[in-house]
């Protein structure tokens, strides 16, 4: 089962109304939730290893007795995007998406949506856009339906192997 949902903007009433769609789409509620380092999440930076939680999000958590975690941060040693992803194996991905994406007559960024949601253990995924033709877009990903040889040629691309 995935759940997709699409959003304008990622503050933290909307955050919640996701959560409560989520929960409602999957049949209840877990005992925790991971969520990523957003301002809608996170009051400030983690001060060490105890977040400071948006308050909002915190009393909404603590309201449906789900317990709230928070991604790790890049380590200090992680550099800027160029040197993460600007290399060879980051540029392999892109022209495998190509591929794919002309195979299938999608964008790029359909393809990639449709590959991060065809990963095993993926529920969910949150993608975000700036306009409403990008809106538009990444909801036809939902229509794309990858073929394994794609999956797995798009695995070993990201993977190196």
């Not at 392999?92 to 007559?105: M, P």
């Not at 033709?133 to 939902?142: F, S």
């Amino acid at each position: 089962m995935r759940f997709v949902t699409f959003v304008k903007r990622c503050d933290g009433p909307t955050l919640i109304r996701c959560l409560m769609e989520a929960f409602e789409y999957f049949g209840g509620l877990p005992k925790a939730a991971l969520t990523d380092r957003m301002k809608s999440v996170l009051l400030v930076e983690m001060e060490g290893k105890i977040p400071r939680w948006n308050p909002r999000f915190a009393d909404f958590m603590a309201s449906i007795g789900v317990a709230p975690r928070v991604c790790r941060a890049y380590t200090p040693q992680t550099k800027g995007i160029e040197e993460r992803y600007m290399h060879e194996q980051g540029f392999r991905v892109l022209e495998t998406l190509d591929r794919v994406a002309a195979a299938y007559s999608a964008t790029v960024s359909q393809v990639a949506l449709a590959w991060i949601m065809a990963q095993p253990g993926i529920t969910s995924a949150i993608a975000s856009a700036t306009s409403v033709e990008q809106v538009h877009e990444l909801i036809d990903a939902v229509e794309v339906s990858l073929r394994e040889d794609n999956i797995q040629a798009l695995n070993r691309a990201s993977t190196g192997r």
